[in-house]
């Protein structure tokens, strides 16, 4: 062995916060990224005085494991708040037109969004019996707690602009964890959101959303300098082989082959690179991470003249309903989001297309792309002038899709996986896609290390640091 404890695979935000964990818990740490250089998806781009964010934009955060890293890195005094302008309001495309979604419950009634029938049928939401069904759909969990307007006007569009999934095919149970949960535990979401509310405001567990001064690669670049943790770019890892005392893992290098051995192995890698390698050592586990499928998303930067735009700008900005719009599923305003995004007198709006409504984007070119935004913006916004900045990000994997009987699907890649001593594996086709639930998930991995450390014969556990604390 080489005195390293844990051979992360994948420089992400998964393998990368997986990584910083296990150093504070004590464990020497080694990370292989198969590019030139770590954050996978996420990179901040400056251009002509904007700056853009290649795929997550923030941090919306509710766990108390996020705050501790953030803290304990020394991220705090980096942290960019959203912008009080942002926070007071969302919108939505509603019968053509950009309508303020309510956050408050009085204001969400009155709303003109909802017909009467709809509110009144939300307000039975208390009243419907609870499903034991784990396979249901976002559609069908929705519509039988909510109604059918509920789905359609605020969930599609928050699944298809946020997860890029469908709701009539993604897991409700894995793609809306929390409100599947409110349900199990307390019967409704209702009397779940009251209790939470009451729970939160004993454990002052505050919701924020934030960013970072030079954006979301200066988590990135934070976490990749860790103590403890070792980043090595452009290893790419060609073969994984089981041996008595742990793992050989081999990659090719700028500098050739290396190989290392090492007692505990997390691929933190998208399903498809996982089941390549994994195919070798178990043909079924590999065929089950084949079958999670993912989401192709074009993301659209425009720069304009603040005078350029008649809409005031003044929230977060926009989601679109399946029914309003099929290629254009949100735009947020990034300029109103966080200072510094634009020069000033400028404005930085953000657009995203595709994701399993509308795959075919992935295929048209770049001309097409920015017609197709700008039409859609210049009815929307009320834009008058042509873009001084266009930039285009194109992710034919974006995100993975939560589809079809998810939960079955990782029970099952759980029971194949727990054959193989000292192997992990950590990526966001588990437990959610957001850099909040990879934070989140990369302690639970840390403790779960520990914990087999632990109970290992003839082994001495790392340090365990007792800040780790319970999870969240």
């Not at 080694?30 to 030139?36: C, K, M």
């Not at 309903?321 to 000033?344: I, V, Y």
């Amino acid at each position: 062995m080489t005195g390293i404890d844990v051979l992360v695979v994948g420089g992400g935000i998964s393998g990368l916060s997986s990584a910083w964990w296990l150093a504070r818990a004590g464990f020497s740490v080694e990370v292989w990224e198969a590019g030139d250089r770590p954050g996978g998806k996420i990179l901040s781009q400056r251009q002509d005085g904007y700056l853009t964010e290649r795929a997550a934009a923030m941090v919306m955060n509710f766990r108390p494991e996020v705050v501790e890293l953030v803290r304990e890195a020394g991220l705090e005094p980096a942290k960019t708040k959203r912008s009080p302008a942002a926070a007071a309001r969302r919108y939505l495309l509603h019968q053509g037109r950009l309508e303020s979604l309510p956050m408050r419950l009085g204001a969400f009634m009155t709303s003109p969004l909802w017909s009467l029938r709809g509110k009144l049928r939300m307000l039975a939401e208390p009243f419907i019996p609870a499903s034991g069904d784990e396979n249901e759909s976002v559609s069908q969990f929705i519509t039988r707690r909510l109604g059918r307007e509920v789905l359609e006007k605020a969930m599609e569009p928050f699944v298809a602009g946020t997860l890029a999934a469908d709701p009539d095919r993604a897991c409700a149970a894995s793609t809306l964890p929390r409100l599947t949960a409110l349900e199990r535990r307390y019967g409704s979401i209702t009397a779940g959101i009251v209790a939470n509310r009451l729970l939160h405001r004993r454990q002052g567990c505050v919701t924020d959303t934030f960013s970072f001064q030079g954006g979301m690669n200066t988590l990135i670049n934070n976490l990749a300098r860790t103590h403890g943790v070792q980043l090595y770019t452009r290893h790419t890892v060609q073969e994984l082989v089981r041996e008595q005392t742990g793992w050989r893992v081999t990659a090719m290098t700028p500098a050739g082959e290396r190989s290392l051995q090492v007692p505990r192995v997390v691929l933190a890698t998208p399903a498809p690179a996982a089941a390549s390698l994994l195919a070798g050592l178990d043909a079924e586990l590999a065929d089950l991470l084949r079958g999670i499928r993912y989401a192709p998303v074009t993301v659209v930067h425009l720069g304009l003249d603040r005078a350029s735009v008649q809409h005031p700008l003044d929230g977060t900005g926009f989601l679109v309903p399946r029914q309003e719009g099929r290629h254009l599923t949100g735009n947020l305003w990034m300029s109103t989001l966080f200072p510094n995004r634009a020069p000033a007198g400028k404005v930085l709006l953000c657009a995203y297309l595709g994701g399993a409504r509308s795959p075919e984007v992935r295929d048209w070119d770049d001309n097409h792309i920015v017609a197709e935004t700008l039409r859609a913006l210049r009815k929307y916004l009320g834009l008058k002038a042509e873009p001084e900045m266009v930039r285009i990000d194109r992710h034919p994997q974006a995100l993975p899709l939560y589809h079809g009987a998810y939960q079955a699907r990782m029970q099952a890649i759980g029971a194949r996986l727990s054959k193989f001593s000292g192997l992990y594996l950590e990526a966001n086709y588990q437990g959610g896609v957001s850099v909040r639930d990879r934070i989140a998930r990369g302690r639970t991995l840390a403790k779960q290390i520990q914990a087999a450390e632990r109970h290992a014969p003839g082994r001495l556990a790392p340090l365990a640091l007792p800040a780790l604390g319970p999870d969240g």
